[in-house]
């Protein structure tokens, strides 16, 4: 459906290089990077607004490299929307129409469906400056699906939307997905990765250095900076052993976790996801990974309570409320934390 | 800052000081032209035309110059090309020039052995003494004005309102005409006030390529000269109402547009 081959482009001091994805029809991609890394112009590259210095554009197996943005019929909608400040929500929406001399009255009709469809109907009449980011967010949408583009371009979709509204929007994009439009979405919060995409890729300065579903990106990160962008706060420095046929990482002297059977290097990172360690007011039985710590930060966060303890090295752990009332947890609480070792992900080298 | 803090009536003080040189002047003219010489300088049909004159050929050279300004503008505001800043010079070439200067230049250029004068000559048009002349004089002092502001509003207008317009399906030239050119629209307006204005109230460069027809400014120097100050307050006042409210009228049209958003299918 849409193919990058060995994009490159240079802007200034930044690079995109050696860009290569492939995108499926009707698949929801999501796009993970930092502020930066390049990941809005490469939309722009996919849209046509920039041409890239080397590498080819297809869409269903068209090559769209030097083809004009006006003849790509690839949708983008912007980060900051730009709607057009001197017309009506209608005349917005109704511009790609005017511009094919579509007949007055089919406009009408066009878009009266697609008011009605992302239900903006109400807003028609009104210019952009009295509108919200919400309803922004919906003029535009409707302002490029009428257009019926072969692929919907989202740049940071959600990221100046109030979360109340979020939901609304991102069942918006599900149900467009469904409908089967292919969609490339660009973000930097993971967890819109996790709740729209089909696949994943993670950019970072100018390169994809990950692709796969949501699971396997998160769970399988190739390295510390995929890890952080899927929210993973415990990272370690190790280096691995085998002692009698059992996978140990030490982690400079202070703790050694077992880990379960697989191929090692001598030396890398660990990362444990804060929700897969448990925590307990006594030394719990039969566990494996067991490490007594002191309690020394809790604060609220959106899974309930975030704790920090203190076990000769600090873990991260999010546990529900309830779960820390009922271990009545303060600070310099002593507890006792378990880490199962297939929640252990081994990642090579230090990045 | 303090409404009331010492610095606050310093800068009060001092903006007074410069605001007073200002009005005082033109209320001392005011204030000494009685209200029947005034009523006379009204019926002077002398007086009458070359107000008509200045305003009519600068708003002419205004409208006619509009029509390659306001693409140099655009091209200054969104192109990057070998030597602009030199191309950005030159438009402001004519705002440090001695107006006097200027005016010798553009009577060197419209003048018969000049080229725009000998293309002029070749239709039967002599643009020395000439409205037609008067207009180059005044556009060739006031147009950076047009061109400076038209870039600058083309300026504000963000880039990313263009490209949404071209993923739509828009040309560039539609693109031009329905986003970028009313999105600029106000620095365009207030620039066409200000070379109007500027053009309408030019006296060195026009004397010298036309003292005949007599624009404003000329026949106020004239009468200071041949009749004395008495003489030629009158006119100066008369003048100088007419431009104001010129001034205010153009002034009002584009503060309403700034109000007044452009129509739902403004871009049909």
């Not at chain 2, 460069?205 to 007599?214: L, T």
């Amino acid at each position: 459906m849409l193919k990058l081959e060995n994009i490159s482009k240079k802007l200034g001091a930044f690079m995109l290089s050696g860009i290569n994805l492939e995108i499926g029809a009707g698949e929801y991609f999501v796009l993970l990077g930092r502020s930066g890394s390049g990941k809005t112009q490469l939309l722009e590259l996919i849209a046509g607004l920039n041409k890239p210095d080397s590498g080819r554009v297809y869409v269903d197996n068209e090559d769209v490299t030097n083809k004009r943005i006006q003849d790509r019929h690839i949708g983008l909608v912007f980060q900051d929307y730009a709607i057009f400040p001197n017309m009506t929500v209608f005349g917005n929406i109704a511009y790609s129409l005017h511009c094919r001399n579509t007949d007055r009255n089919e406009i009408r009709v066009e878009v009266a469906r697609i008011a009605g469809e992302l239900n903006i109907t109400h807003l028609l009449d009104r210019f952009p400056v009295n509108l919200s980011g919400g309803e922004l967010q919906r003029v535009a949408l409707a302002r490029t699906l009428i257009t019926s583009p072969r692929v919907l371009l989202l740049d940071e979709p959600l990221a100046s939307i109030d979360a109340s509204l979020k939901d609304d929007i991102k069942r918006i994009f599900r149900n467009l997905n469904r409908k089967g439009l292919t969609i490339v979405h660009v973000t930097h919060d993971y967890r819109e990765a996790v709740s729209l995409a089909g696949r994943v890729g993670v950019i970072h300065n100018g390169y994809i250095i990950q692709t796969g579903t949501p699971v396997e990106v998160f769970s399988r990160p190739v390295n510390r900076f995929v890890a952080r962008y899927s929210g993973i706060r415990n990272f370690f420095r190790v280096k691995f052993t085998n002692e009698s046929g059992t996978w140990k990482a030490n982690c400079d002297g202070t703790l050694s976790f077992m880990l379960t059977e697989g191929n090692y290097p001598d030396e890398g990172l660990t990362i444990i996801r804060s929700d897969e360690i448990k925590m307990y007011s006594v030394e719990p039985q039969g566990h494996v990974n067991c490490f007594k710590g002191v309690v020394t930060e809790i604060f609220p966060s959106e899974y309930g309570m975030e704790v920090t303890v203190d076990a000769g090295e600090r873990f991260c752990i999010d546990i529900t409320a309830d779960a820390c009332s009922s271990l009545r947890l303060k600070e310099k609480s002593e507890v006792w934390i378990t880490i199962p070792p297939e929640s252990i992900v081994a990642l090579q080298g230090n990045s | 800052m303090s409404r009331n803090s010492p610095f606050t009536w310093v800068m009060l003080i001092l903006s007074s000081l410069v605001l007073l040189f200002i009005l005082a002047p033109l209320a001392g003219m005011f204030l000494r032209t009685g209200s029947a010489q005034l009523l006379e300088t009204v019926n002077d049909n002398e007086v009458r035309e070359s107000i008509w004159l200045t305003l009519w050929v600068s708003f002419a050279a205004t409208f006619v110059f509009a029509i390659g300004s306001i693409p140099l503008a655009w091209l200054l505001a969104r192109k990057d090309f070998p030597m602009k800043k030199i191309v950005q010079g030159i438009i402001d070439l004519p705002v440090v020039l001695p107006h006097t200067a200027a005016g010798l230049a553009v009577l060197g250029f419209i003048s018969r052995d000049g080229f725009l004068g000998k293309a002029a000559d070749a239709v039967g048009l002599t643009l020395i003494n000439n409205p037609a002349g008067i207009a180059l004089a005044m556009a060739f002092v006031s147009v950076p004005f047009l061109i400076n502001s038209a870039r600058d509003g083309f300026s504000a207008v963000p880039e990313r309102l263009e490209k949404a317009a071209l993923t739509l399906g828009a040309g560039r030239s539609r693109v031009f005409f329905t986003i970028s050119l009313p999105i600029a629209w106000r620095s365009i307006i207030t620039g066409f006030v200000m070379m109007f204005a500027r053009g309408m109230s030019e006296f060195g460069a026009v004397v010298i390529v036309a003292y005949h027809p007599m624009i404003a400014p000329v026949l106020i120097y004239e009468r200071f000269n041949s009749f004395g100050l008495n003489y030629a307050r009158p006119a100066s006042v008369l003048f100088i109402i007419v431009a104001l409210v010129v001034f205010i009228l153009l002034r009002l049209i584009s503060v309403r547009r700034k109000e007044t958003p452009l129509s739902p299918d403004a871009e049909t």
